[in-house]
């Protein structure tokens, strides 16, 4: 599976952006979703994650109520709207995917995915 993301860049503190992740895959309804971010210096933490139908997510503590996750299966792409940016959340987010015909809740770790996007990077000014 090839991952595509897009839609990083430079804002202030307080404004939104979305982020996009373009799948290759032709069964991107078996993919389950997830974002990452890796600050400068830090390790590759966990943001968001979906479910392979959208109907389950999954947020880490700092982003819930202001980060949504969402995918678009018919278009094969995974959304992460972000609103009411601070300078914490300046990273390079990647988008990652794992192939499953299960149905799992989402997962938040960056071993349980098998393919990754390229990473997009998103600054906050404060």
């Known amino acids: 599976v090839q991952l595509q993301a897009s839609g990083g860049g430079l804002v202030q503190a307080g404004d939104s952006l979305t982020l996009s992740c373009a799948a290759s895959a032709r069964t991107f309804s078996r993919l389950g979703m997830a974002w990452f971010r890796q600050a400068p210096g830090k390790e590759r933490d966990f943001v968001a994650a979906v479910t392979r139908s959208g109907g389950s997510t999954s947020y880490e503590d700092s982003v819930k109520g202001r980060f949504t996750i969402s995918r678009d299966n018919a278009k094969n792409t995974v959304y992460l709207q972000m609103n009411s940016l601070v300078s914490e959340d300046t990273a390079v987010y990647y988008c990652?995917?794992?192939?499953?015909?299960?149905?799992?809740?989402?997962?938040?770790?960056?071993?349980?995915?098998?393919?990754w996007g390229q990473g997009t990077l998103v600054t906050v000014s404060s």
């Open positions: 990652a995917a794992k192939s499953t015909i299960l149905t799992i809740p989402p997962l938040t770790a960056t071993t349980d995915y098998d393919s």
